[in-house]
């Protein structure tokens, strides 16, 4: 897939609101040639380097620029390059990183989620709702149910209660998140 193909299948994608303004991965890879052929150059070397790399790759940036106006981006963008080429790609390892060992999924009851998503279905019209107090009023609610879970989940070798309960607060969390996002779309 070419360049400008790429650059209008992510157009067609998207249509959410952007925070972060990425480049694309082909226009990255140049940027990062560029920033590690100039890694050690001096700042005014650095700059003049930028300024032949600017005019001999027109046609890329040109394409990048536009992509990045029809997404909604407002700076400057040639700005946002060379601080990206200057201050990330020159900087940025090539060592690849060794994988962090994950610990032990714990595993929640079918049931749980459903009264979580049911609950959260509930409580979201509300106009006082947060998550941080209907979760507490999830769990004076369903004390039952909890106490199920954390049984099941000491059984499976998981045996600090601050890890479970954590678990289940973030399960709550993200279920909460989950269904803004969802009826946001």
């Known amino acids: 897939m070419d360049y400008i193909t790429s650059i209008n299948n992510i157009d067609n994608k998207i249509n959410t609101c952007i925070y972060r303004y990425k480049f694309t991965e082909e226009f990255m890879e140049e940027l990062h040639n560029f920033s590690k052929i100039h890694q050690y150059d001096e700042r005014i070397d650095f700059k003049d380097a930028w300024k032949i790399w600017t005019d001999d790759n027109q046609d890329i940036i040109n394409l990048e620029t536009r992509r990045l106006i029809n997404l909604g981006y407002q700076g400057d963008i040639l700005i946002k390059m060379f601080k990206s080429a200057r201050y990330y790609f020159r900087n940025k390892s090539t060592d690849k990183k060794e994988p962090i060992k994950r610990r032990k999924y714990i595993t929640v009851s079918k049931e749980l989620l459903a009264v979580i998503d049911h609950h959260i279905q509930t409580q979201t019209y509300n106009k006082d709702y947060q998550p ?54």
């Open 132 to 185: 941080k107090t209907a979760f507490i009023d999830f769990c004076n609610n369903n004390k039952e149910l909890l106490q199920q879970n954390i049984t099941f989940m000491y059984e499976q070798g998981i045996q600090d209660t601050t890890l479970i309960e954590k678990k289940i607060k973030k399960i709550y969390k993200n279920r909460y998140f989950i269904f803004v996002k969802n009826k946001q779309v």
